[in-house]
C-alpha cells in the first residue's frame, strides 16, 4: 500500500437529515409529507436513526474501530427554524458533538448545507431569493460561534446534484417504488446559471469562515467519473463541465476540494450514457465500479490542483463483504493516484450509518445497520476491517 501522508483523515460520513429524525422544519421534511408526495420518496424519514440523541453512542463505535474521523452535518433548519431566529440551544447540540468526537481523538469534519434547508427559506424562493447569499452567511456566521477549533468545514454538500434537486423529488420525477435510484442519465444536466448562484453562495461562505474560524475549507463536489466514448469528446466537454467543471471553478483558492465518488458513466453523443440493467448493479442502480475513485481523484488533481479529501466514498449493498470487496478496490485507486502525485488528505466512508437515502431506507450503505424500531446499532465486519486499514494492521 501507498504510505498515506501524516495526519491522513481515516473516518467516515453522515448527513443529519439522514441520520438525526425528525428535522420537522426543513424542506425536505415537508416534501416527505406533501399530499401527494413526490414520486421518489417511498417513505418518510421519521425518526431515521435517532442520532439527534445517539451521536455519543455513534462516535464511539468510529472511534473503537480505530478511526480518527467523522463526517457530520449541522442542520440549518434547526439552528434557524425561522427566519433570524437562531437556536443557541441547537448550536450547543452542535458544539456537544464536536466536544464527543475531541474527547475521542476523532477530527469532526463539519458540513454547513447538505441538501436540506429551513422549510421558510424554500417556501420564499430558497436560492432564488435575491438575498439567498446574505441569509447563508448570516447562518453560517452563528455556526462560527461553534466553530473556533474545528480544522476541516464544508460549506455545501454536492452543489451539483443540489442543483437537480427540485426535479428529483417534484411530481414529474420518476417513480422508483423500490430504490432511491438517482440515475444521472435520465436527469438534465445541471444549469450553469445555478452554479453560479451557488457559487457565489460558497464563495460568501468560505469568506465568513476565513474571517471567523481557523478552519480549512472547501465543498464537496459529487464527481461522476465520466468518460468519453469514441468521436464523443466534444459532448464529454461539454457535459463534464455543467457537471463538475462548473463547480471546481468555484473551489479556486479553497483549501482543499470534497470529493464524492460511487459510480462511473461513459458520456456518449446523447450524454449521459445510462447505467445498464446488471445483476452486479448496487441497490441504488449503479454501475459497481470501484475504480471511479481513482479516475476522479486523478482528473481532479490534473485540472484543480487543489488538495483532495474523499468526503464520501461506498456503496448500497446488503452484501458486507461486497462493501469491503468495493471499497479495496476504491481504496487501491486513491493509493494509485496520491502515488502518481495528488496530494490527499483524507479518505471518509460514506456511511457510517444504514440511513435514509433521500426517500428510502432501502438502498444500505453503512459501516453500520440500525434497527428501525430499537435503533440498535449493529457494526458490520466492514467497519473493523476500515479500522484495520486506518491502522496500516490490514492493507487493501
Ligand atoms: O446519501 C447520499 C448523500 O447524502 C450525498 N452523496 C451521495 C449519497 C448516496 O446517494
Known amino acids: 500500500m501507498t504510505p498515506v501522508p501524516e495526519g491522513f483523515l481515516w473516518g467516515a460520513s453522515t448527513a443529519a437529515h439522514q441520520i438525526e429524525g425528525n428535522n420537522v422544519n426543513s424542506d425536505f421534511w415537508a416534501m416527505e409529507h406533501a399530499e401527494p408526495r413526490g414520486a421518489r420518496i417511498r417513505e418518510a424519514s421519521g425518526d431515521a436513526c435517532d442520532s439527534y440523541h445517539r451521536y455519543r453512542d455513534d462516535i464511539a463505535l468510529l472511534a473503537d474501530a480505530g478511526l480518527n474521523a467523522y463526517r457530520f452535518s ?95 423529488h417534484g411530481d414529474d420525477a420518476d417513480p422508483t417504488p423500490d430504490t432511491a435510484t438517482v440515475a444521472m442519465a435520465q436527469l438534465p444536466m445541471p444549469s450553469l446559471a445555478f452554479a453560479r448562484r451557488i457559487g457565489a453562495v460558497h464563495r460568501a461562505a468560505v469568506a465568513v469562515l476565513r474571517e471567523r474560524t481557523r478552519a480549512k475549507v472547501g465543498w464537496a463536489i459529487a464527481c461522476q467519473a465520466f468518460t468519453p466514448t469514441p468521436g464523443n469528446r466534444a459532448r464529454f466537454d461539454e457535459v463534464f463541465h455543467a457537471w463538475e467543471g462548473a463547480y471546481l471553478a468555484w473551489s479556486a483558492g479553497d483549501d482543499f476540494i470534497g470529493v464524492q465518488s460511487y459510480t462511473s458513466q461513459p458520456v456518449d453523443a446523447d450524454g449521459p450514457v445510462p447505467h445498464p440493467q446488471s445483476p452486479d448493479n448496487t441497490l441504488t442502480g449503479w454501475a459497481y465500479r470501484p475504480d471511479a475513485l481513482g479516475i476522479n481523484l486523478e482528473r481532479l488533481w490534473a485540472l484543480a490542483g487543489i488538495p483532495l479529501l474523499v468526503t464520501e466514498n461506498g456503496i448500497a449493498t446488503d452484501d458486507d463483504v461486497r462493501r469491503i470487496a468495493y471499497t479495496t478496490g476504491a481504496l487501491q485507486g486513491m493509493e494509485a493516484a496520491i502515488a502518481a502525485g495528488a496530494q490527499g488528505l483524507g479518505y471518509l466512508h460514506w456511511s457510517l450509518l444504514d440511513n435514509y437515502e433521500w426517500g428510502s431506507f432501502l438502498p444500505t450503505f453503512g459501516l453500520i445497520a440500525v434497527d428501525r424500531s430499537s435503533f440498535v446499532r449493529s457494526p458490520k465486519p466492514s467497519l473493523a476491517w476500515l479500522g484495520r486499514i486506518a491502522a496500516g494492521v490490514a492493507t487493501t
Open 74 to 168: 449541522f442542520e440549518w433548519a434547526r439552528l434557524e427554524p425561522a427566519e433570524g431566529a437562531f437556536s443557541r440551544a441547537e448550536l450547543l447540540h452542535y458544539r456537544d458533538m464536536i466536544d464527543a468526537c475531541h474527547e475521542r481523538g476523532v477530527e469532526p469534519v463539519i458540513t454547513l448545507h447538505h441538501f436540506t434547508t429551513p422549510r421558510w427559506f424554500a417556501e420564499s424562493g430558497g436560492w432564488k431569493r435575491a438575498d439567498a447569499i446574505d441569509r447563508f452567511a448570516a447562518y453560517v456566521a452563528f455556526c462560527c460561534e461553534a466553530l473556533g477549533d474545528v480544522r476541516w468545514v464544508v460549506t455545501i454538500n454536492e452543489p451539483n446534484i443540489l442543483a437537480l434537486f427540485d426535479h428529483l
